[in-house]
């Protein structure tokens, strides 16, 4: 039972260009979002959150977007760079008491020069 | 600076022996998780620690996978008897603990399995 979805499974952009990634999740009792980035060889580093309370959080050339009713986020970055190719897991906190978190399977973006 | 690392970066294996992967969190965090990630599944919580003690563990098969802490510096994960179906990169990640539901959780390397 995935309840945090990411259903494309890769993304190619050009550099410069607007890349948004996207995830999807089933239950209702998550309340904090995460998304991470991973290259080759080495674990997931944060990268963004947003809380339940907001519907949208920018940091630099990142912005997540959170739609509630549509139990939906994106992860937009603008302009997109050479560097962010890599893998984006998009991730869901349930309000636990110790930071559980569930995770997407991730998309791999590309950025062409 | 401070990271989490992780013991051995690769193992090969053959079916039926056992494997001990090993993380060190960082120090001060209290909260410890290992993470399976496979490419179907993307990244499966097996299992993770407070203050040493097991919180959840469902994620984890019982019959041939444990966790242990034996000391707040080394968090230990061991398959007997490995199978080649457990073959995936095996991540620890540490969390301060503090800020409860929105602690970020800070990841080792990984450990490459591959059982043959």
């Known amino acids: 039972d995935q309840q945090v979805k990411q259903n494309s499974p890769s993304l190619s952009v050009q550099e410069g260009r607007i890349s948004i990634l996207n995830c999807d999740y089933t239950n209702s009792m998550f309340d904090y979002f995460l998304w991470y980035k991973k290259y080759p060889a080495e674990g997931p580093t944060f990268l963004i959150s947003?809380?339940?309370?907001?519907d949208k959080n920018e940091d630099g050339r990142f912005t997540v977007f959170l739609n509630k009713s549509a139990k939906h986020l994106s992860l937009h970055i603008v302009p997109s760079q050479p560097g962010d190719s890599a893998v984006y897991f998009c991730?869901?906190?349930?309000?636990?008491?110790?930071?559980?978190?569930?995770f997407g399977q991730g998309t791999i973006l590309t950025v062409h020069p | 600076d401070a990271r989490v690392t992780q013991t051995p970066r690769d193992k090969v294996t053959e079916m039926g022996q056992e494997v001990t992967m090993r993380c060190q969190p960082i120090?001060?965090?209290?909260?410890v998780f290992w993470y399976r990630q496979t490419m179907m599944q993307g990244l499966e919580l097996l299992a993770y620690f407070r203050n040493r003690a097991p919180l959840d563990d469902s994620g984890m098969p019982k019959d041939r996978f444990s966790a242990e802490m034996p000391d707040a510096t080394l968090a230990t994960l061991k398959i007997q008897p490995s199978e080649p179906r457990d073959s995936a990169v095996y991540f620890c990640?540490?969390?301060?603990?503090?800020?409860?539901?929105?602690?970020?959780?800070?990841f080792g390397p990984g450990t490459r399995l591959t059982v043959l």
């Open positions: 991730a869901a906190n349930g309000g636990t008491s110790y930071g559980k978190l569930t």
């Open positions: 120090l001060g965090h209290n909260t």
């Open positions: 990640a540490s969390a301060t603990g503090r800020l409860a539901g929105t602690d970020t959780q800070y």
């Open positions: 947003i809380s339940s309370i907001k």
